[in-house]
């Protein structure tokens, strides 16, 4: 009888060890995912350059951009308004902004409107995955393609 109890209690304590074990491994591996691995909301992958066909616009809604490929290679777009920052949507060849009607030229020009300041282009280079990738904290020159 007390041989089973001692038997027991050491049985028990190695398997709540055992547990422990686990669970804190569980915990630190979650939370180096979370702080080293997690994907960055600034960076938004778009696919490779060849799945975008001339005159092609892509709108990335949840992100606020548009993609265009226009003659010269591929730009990323800002779609929130100068003005106020409503969303600016396609209309024909111009962007319109339906809060207060500024209209802007595909490459983000103000045609006319309220907004007198043009849409932000952002970043876009490849990874090391050979994906291509949106920068939205880094507004680049309007002039600027992504080509290859
Ligand atoms: S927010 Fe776009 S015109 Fe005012």
């Known amino acids: 009888m007390t041989y089973h109890n001692k038997t027991n209690r050491k049985f028990l304590r190695q398997l709540f060890f055992a547990l422990s074990i686990v669970i804190l491994g569980f915990i630190l591996w979650a ?7 997690r994907p960055d909301s600034n960076t ?3 696919g490779t350059f060849s799945q975008y066909k001339k005159n092609q616009i892509i ?13 010269s290679g591929l730009y990323a777009v800002s779609d929130v308004c100068t003005h106020r920052g409503c969303m600016v949507l396609i209309k024909g060849n111009t962007f319109e902004c339906p809060c207060h009607s500024a209209v802007f030229t595909l490459e983000g020009r103000p045609l006319s409107g309220p907004a007198d300041k043009p849409l932000d282009h952002y970043y876009i280079y490849k990874n090391k995955q050979n994906v291509l990738v949106v920068d939205v904290t880094k507004s680049i020159n309007k002039e600027i393609r992504y080509s290859e």
């Open 31 to 37: 939370a180096v995912q979370y702080l080293f691995f």
């Open 44 to 46: 938004i992958t778009i």
């Open 59 to 71: 709108h990335k809604k949840k992100e606020r951009f548009y993609i265009i490929r226009d003659s």
